[in-house]
């Protein structure tokens, strides 16, 4: 009998949950009359139970006639409070991506302005240039229309590549990281050389599996950065090991240059945000980084006391995709 009550409460406390559902559900619904037929029944069921634990005698009685119909769709009432619950984090979810995707598109739109801007100031200059037949000038406007055209172009092939990430199906593959990273330095070489640059790489480096040409992105993102943002007080060195913890494994990419104010370690990972305006680069490349190791399920972040104390970012993977545990 204590077990019933109990059950009963339950359902009644369910209904009014799913009540609730409904109710904020019409709003947005473009099937309302269905909506307003199941918030029919969820009343009649709440009116219908509560007489189990709740003295409302003068109710129930005009309930009698319609008992078996209301006992029928007890279970398609808990299908339905699943399905609502369903239908609300949907929603939810919908309203996140909107907002990401208005944030995305106001971003895009005010980044691509600037190459657009040199591109229209430096033909002024051009036109000028032409009427006094200055053919050094003319030359350096052209140049510089160029450049202004290839920052476009690089924007929009990386804001391209952003988009397909998590889009296009690749099997993921068993991927050695110390693999990856060698086939990386390799490709690298030549600026490593000229950067004074030296990289050492644990041996023991976890076997995952991934998308391998992703994964090389990110090493190749993460080692140009350091070698971009090194300090002119010493020599760059990086340093990628990898520890095991309770979510799965983290791998390091440490170096010792000119590191990253803590209030800004958020912000690097967001489209456009360049710190560091003299340095050449789109803003795109770690949040490209960001979005592969989010379809990987994954996360990465960034530790760094501040200017000229080096930087570490660090890799999150899940016990799932990590081959040799």
């Given at each position: 009998?204590?077990?019933?009550?109990?059950?009963?409460?339950?359902?009644f406390i369910a209904s009014l949950c799913t009540l609730v559902l409904i109710c904020s559900g019409l709003k947005h619904s473009r099937n309302r009359d269905i909506h307003l037929l199941l918030l029919?029944?969820?009343?009649?069921?709440?009116?219908?139970?509560?007489?189990?634990?709740?003295?409302?005698?003068?109710?129930?009685?005009?309930?009698?006639?319609?008992?078996?119909?209301?006992?029928?769709?007890?279970?398609?009432?808990?299908?339905?409070?699943?399905?609502?619950?369903?239908?609300?984090?949907?929603?939810?979810?919908?309203?996140?991506?909107?907002?990401?995707?208005?944030?995305?598109?106001?971003?895009?739109?005010?980044?691509?302005?600037?190459?657009?801007?040199?591109?229209?100031?430096?033909?002024?200059?051009?036109?000028?240039?032409?009427?006094?037949?200055?053919?050094?000038?003319?030359?350096?406007?052209?140049?510089?229309?160029?450049?202004?055209a290839d920052q476009m172009n690089q924007l929009l092939d990386d804001m391209l590549e952003l988009s397909r990430i998590g889009r296009t199906s690749t099997t993921p593959q068993p991927t050695s990281?110390?693999?990856?990273?060698?086939?990386?330095?390799?490709?690298?070489?030549?600026?490593?050389?000229?950067?004074?640059?030296?990289?050492?790489?644990?041996?023991?480096?976890?076997?995952?599996?991934?998308?391998?040409?992703?994964?090389?992105?990110?090493?190749?993102?993460?080692?140009?950065?350091?070698?971009?943002?090194?300090?002119e007080n010493r020599p760059l060195h990086i340093h990628i090991f990898s520890r095991s913890s309770s979510s799965g494994t983290i791998v390091y990419i440490k170096d010792n240059g000119i590191g990253?104010?803590?209030?800004?370690?958020?912000?690097?990972?967001?489209?456009?945000?360049?710190?560091?305006?003299?340095?050449?680069?789109?803003?795109?490349?770690?949040?490209?980084?960001?979005?592969?190791?989010?379809?990987?399920?994954?996360?990465?972040?960034?530790?760094?006391?501040?200017?000229?104390?080096?930087?570490?970012?660090?890799?999150?993977?899940?016990?799932?995709?990590?081959?040799?545990?």
């Amino acid at each position: 009998m204590i077990l019933i009550n109990i059950f009963d409460m339950l359902s009644f406390i369910a209904s009014l949950c799913t009540l609730v559902l409904i109710c904020s559900g019409l709003k947005h619904s473009r099937n309302r009359d269905i909506h307003l037929l199941l918030l029919g029944i969820v009343i009649l069921y709440v009116y219908r139970n509560t007489s189990n634990f709740l003295e409302w005698s003068d109710i129930t009685p005009l309930l009698v006639p319609y008992e078996d119909y209301i006992d029928l769709v007890s279970p398609l009432l808990w299908l339905f409070i699943f399905y609502a619950f369903l239908q609300k984090l949907t929603q939810e979810e919908l309203e996140s991506k909107n907002a990401e995707l208005e944030r995305f598109v106001y971003t895009v739109s005010h980044d691509l302005k600037s190459p657009l801007v040199s591109v229209n100031g430096f033909l002024s200059l051009l036109q000028d240039d032409i009427k006094d037949n200055d053919q050094a000038q003319i030359q350096n406007d052209i140049s510089n229309i160029k450049n202004a055209a290839d920052q476009m172009n690089q924007l929009l092939d990386d804001m391209l590549e952003l988009s397909r990430i998590g889009r296009t199906s690749t099997t993921p593959q068993p991927t050695s990281l110390n693999t990856v990273i060698q086939e990386v330095i390799d490709l690298m070489t030549a600026n490593i050389k000229t950067s004074n640059a030296t990289i050492d790489i644990e041996p023991d480096l976890p076997v995952v599996l991934v998308d391998k040409t992703r994964f090389f992105e990110i090493f190749q993102n993460l080692i140009d950065n350091a070698l971009k943002y090194r300090s002119e007080n010493r020599p760059l060195h990086i340093h990628i090991f990898s520890r095991s913890s309770s979510s799965g494994t983290i791998v390091y990419i440490k170096d010792n240059g000119i590191g990253v104010n803590p209030k800004y370690h958020d912000k690097i990972f967001g489209l456009f945000n360049q710190l560091n305006p003299g340095y050449n680069g789109t803003g795109i490349g770690l949040a490209i980084v960001k979005r592969i190791i989010e379809v990987h399920h994954g996360s990465i972040w960034i530790e760094s006391e501040g200017f000229d104390c080096g930087s570490t970012f660090c890799i999150s993977l899940p016990h799932d995709i990590i081959c040799n545990k």
